[in-house]
């Protein structure tokens, strides 16, 4: 019995089929057999085989008078083999002279059914040579043993045994249904790392960039074969994850590649990946959550987004959540919620901030995960169908041909979400935000996008207590008049979007017509001193008389927030455009009126439940100002409306709208 049976399918190679001979008929393993079969060439390869046989015992050459295929061929070799161990070598390849003596002494050791030689090195026509590194990852799993089989060796009783064969009639996977198979039903592959296998990359060949139907159809039973056969094993959670990830990544990588500029064949790989992910399905859903908004210091309404639903998806025990950040900064803020998460990171940051390299990590791949979730527009991982990317969506401000942002943050902006594909989903925290995304970036699929109302970031609700209010006003040494009252303003004064000048001057000219003094204007907000310098040069001589009603009290601390809401007489927020608009239903949920801006989003979040003015109309905002201050039973029927209406929101709504949509997506269930 010859230790190894070498089979070389041969057609049409007569310029490279010497040197794939003499490769294997000089290795210095002799007791081997050597067997050939001609697929109906046309060219002299079966005459050079004539040849060799003619010099060389151990050749056997078998002629077929039709073309049947590799995999016929394969097979047929399979059933004539005799030796111990099967080797399989394309006639337009080459091996090193002791590539099958290094293989069978790895397999008299160990008597593995599957042992696989070195990384197989690939030649270009242009002379070039690189390396496809596989071993690794295959000393990891066995299962990630799908292609470079003609680099290993296999025990003949084995494939017999199990019945594993080269599927017939495929243009495209014959190699890599015939290694999975082996992968999966054998108990050990060995890897070694002195066995040299060379794969002539050639122009034409069925590796070549676009696919024509044909090959589109074969790569597609392809997969099914692969499917069903990985579906009839009980793979532990991992590795099931881990190979389905692999089918899942092959079919969006074909989708980008070979049918990129063909959009009936894209579509119909579209397709076929909603098909096999619904049918590969298994909780828990592996989901990378984009941390990186969670890893900066200032916490801001996108902040708390992130933050919220973070918490929904640890406690659901239908994800299993990792953290993402493009690169290993160090935590700000850390949190017990997610500091004692392991993050992953794309990238690795060495050096000091001031002076830093960044490296990719070779390590991370995205596509073992099943959903990329992005909250936030900080960081940004660049995905296709899988993992299947979710994206939260807030407001197009920076598109806005207003002057509410730095044209580079606008084109940064732009830069962003045009990144966005079809293929991505999209969760708008309303309507209106979804309407502008819609207007703006024709690059989103409307169907694709749902609204999902976000909630506040704090659990505020009513606490009238004027000795805690004392205690919080002199904290950030602001005092009012004993039997005073106050409005509130809750947000960022610097910003002019938030319309805080025409606020003041609205209020200034509303207790100046009705003679009042014992009313007060709190802003709570950062950058204290800007909003100072814009009233000085907004009031010029006025600014003192006007800063005595005018109490600004820099970044307030959440604990102190609930009082500050709950005790003032009125909110008002006249900002010119909202994506969501948070502080309004803070103020419903404290029981306090509010007057609202009756633009963008803000109609959807304070219903009827808010006096809605025309935010640069001052006649109507005084007016609304007058209607609260001298109407107590008017107040506290908006107070009855808002905290009604706040009970519409909440993060576990939220919650349950995106975490249905994304499994909805993943099983193919949307409804």
Request: aromatic share 14%.
């Amino acid at each position: 019995m010859p230790k190894v049976s070498v089979i070389i399918p041969v057609y049409n190679t007569e310029n490279y089929l010497r040197k794939c001979l003499d490769s294997v008929c000089n290795q210095t393993l002799k007791d081997i057999e050597i067997i050939c079969i001609n697929d109906c060439s046309t060219d002299s390869s079966l005459e050079l085989l004539r040849g060799y046989a003619s010099k060389d015992s151990r050749i056997k050459i078998i002629d077929f008078k039709e073309n049947k295929g590799a995999a016929v061929a394969r097979n047929t070799g399979i059933d004539e083999a005799q030796g111990e161990y099967l080797g399989f070598i394309d006639s337009d390849d080459y091996v090193d002279i002791n590539f099958y003596e290094n293989l069978y002494k790895k397999a008299y050791e160990t008597r593995s059914e599957v042992i696989k030689g070195s990384d197989m090195i690939i030649v270009h026509t242009d002379g070039t040579k690189e390396v496809d590194k596989q071993n690794e990852r295959i000393k990891k799993n066995k299962i990630n043993f799908w292609s470079q089989y003609t680099t290993a060796i296999y025990q003949r009783e084995f494939i017999l045994k199990n019945n594993i064969r080269f599927p017939i009639g495929l243009l495209v996977g014959e190699d890599p249904v015939f290694a999975i198979k082996c992968a999966f039903l054998s108990n050990k592959i060995d890897i070694i790392n002195n066995a040299q296998y060379y794969y002539i990359r050639r122009d034409g060949s069925l590796d070549s960039e676009n696919w024509d139907d044909k090959k589109i159809d074969s790569y597609i039973k392809y997969i099914e074969i692969i499917t069903d056969f990985a579906s009839g094993f009980k793979l532990n959670y991992s590795d099931y994850k881990h190979f389905t990830g692999w089918i899942l990544h092959s079919i969006e990588t074909t989708r980008l590649i070979k049918a990129s500029n063909n959009q009936k064949n894209y579509k119909i790989l579209t397709e076929f990946f909603t098909k096999i992910r619904q049918k590969l399905f298994k909780y828990p859903i592996k989901i990378l959550f984009d941390a990186n908004v969670l890893y900066i210091s200032e916490k801001r309404g996108i902040y708390w987004v992130s933050y919220n639903l973070l918490k929904k998806f640890l406690n659901d025990k239908r994800f299993e959540v990792t953290l993402w950040l493009d690169r290993n900064f160090a935590c700000i803020n850390p949190d017990p919620l997610y500091n004692d998460l392991r993050p992953v990171f794309s990238n690795i940051h060495l050096g000091k901030i001031a002076n830093y390299k960044v490296l990719e990590n070779k390590h991370f791949n995205a596509s073992e995960y099943d959903v990329y979730f992005n909250p936030a527009i900080n960081g940004q991982l660049s995905v296709g169908l899988k993992p299947q990317s979710f994206y939260m969506l807030y407001d197009t401000i920076p598109m806005m041909d207003k002057d509410w942002f730095a044209p580079e943050y606008s084109k940064e902006f732009k830069n962003f979400y045009d990144k966005l594909t079809k293929d991505t989903y999209c969760f708008c925290d309303s309507q209106s935000c979804k309407n502008d995304f819609i207007k703006y970036f024709k690059n989103l699929d409307e169907d694709k996008m749902s609204v999902a109302l976000i909630s506040t970031a704090l659990n505020l609700y009513p606490q009238r207590d004027k000795k805690k209010l004392d205690v919080i006003l002199k904290k950030y040494n602001a005092q009012i008049p004993e039997g005073s009252k106050y409005i509130l303003y809750f947000g960022a004064p610097h910003d002019p979007r938030k319309n805080v000048l025409f606020s003041i001057k609205c209020f200034i000219n509303f207790i100046r017509q009705n003679d009042i003094q014992d009313l007060y204007f709190i802003l709570g907000g950062a950058r204290k001193d800007i909003l100072l310098e814009m009233l000085k040069s907004y009031a010029g001589k006025n600014y003192e008389s006007c800063k005595k009603h005018i109490i600004v009290l820099e970044y307030v601390d959440k604990e102190d927030v609930n009082i500050l809401y709950s005790n003032s007489l009125f909110f008002s927020f006249l900002s010119l455009y909202e994506g969501f608009g948070m502080p309004p239903l803070e103020a419903m949920q404290a029981g306090v009126p509010v007057i609202c801006a009756n633009n963008s989003s803000l109609p959807e979040v304070v219903g009827d439940a808010a006096i809605m003015v025309d935010a640069e109309d001052e006649e109507e905002i005084i007016a609304a100002f007058a209607k609260f201050y001298f109407n107590e039973e008017l107040r506290n029927e908006y107070i009855k409306r808002g905290l009604a209406r706040a009970k519409l929101f909440s993060w576990e709504k939220t919650y349950e709208i995106i975490s249905n949509r994304i499994i909805n997506v993943l099983t193919n269930d949307e409804k």
